[in-house]
């Protein structure tokens, strides 16, 4: 099992931008594949991006304005997240998986408590 603690949130104005951190503790964090996850109130959790040792993948809504990363080192994955608009506002989670760069959120074993994300206009 992988311990996972989020940070970074806030609330920002619409094209500003915030960097969301996640630390792990437990496994050996380098095995895992990472993700991030949101769910706004009323919404189902989506995907927004994963990453692990071959390269990343995004969700379309966030393309070209977010960015995944993560430094072994400090078993630690992040979140840049660029240009934002009102409708990122969310709970932005980070997850582990086994399963290689997954959006599926069933496929992730371990999550964090999550951070809110609030963009206003």
């Known amino acids: 099992q992988v311990q996972l603690v989020e940070s970074g949130g806030g609330l920002v104005q619409a094209g500003g931008s915030l960097r969301l951190s996640c630390a792990a503790s437990g496994r050996t964090f380098s095995n895992y594949d990472m993700g991030w996850f949101r769910q706004a109130p009323g919404k189902e959790r989506e995907f927004v991006a994963a990453i692990n040792w071959s390269g990343a993948r995004y969700a379309d809504s966030v393309t070209g304005r977010f960015a995944i990363s993560r430094d072994n080192a400090k078993n630690t994955v992040y979140l840049q997240m660029n240009s934002l608009k009102p409708e990122d506002t969310a709970v932005y989670y980070c997850?582990?998986?086994?399963?290689?760069?997954?959006?599926?959120?069933?496929?992730?074993?371990?999550w964090g408590q999550g951070t809110q994300v609030t963009v206003s206009s």
């Open positions: 997850a582990a998986s086994i399963r290689p760069l997954s959006g599926r959120a069933l496929e992730y074993n371990d």
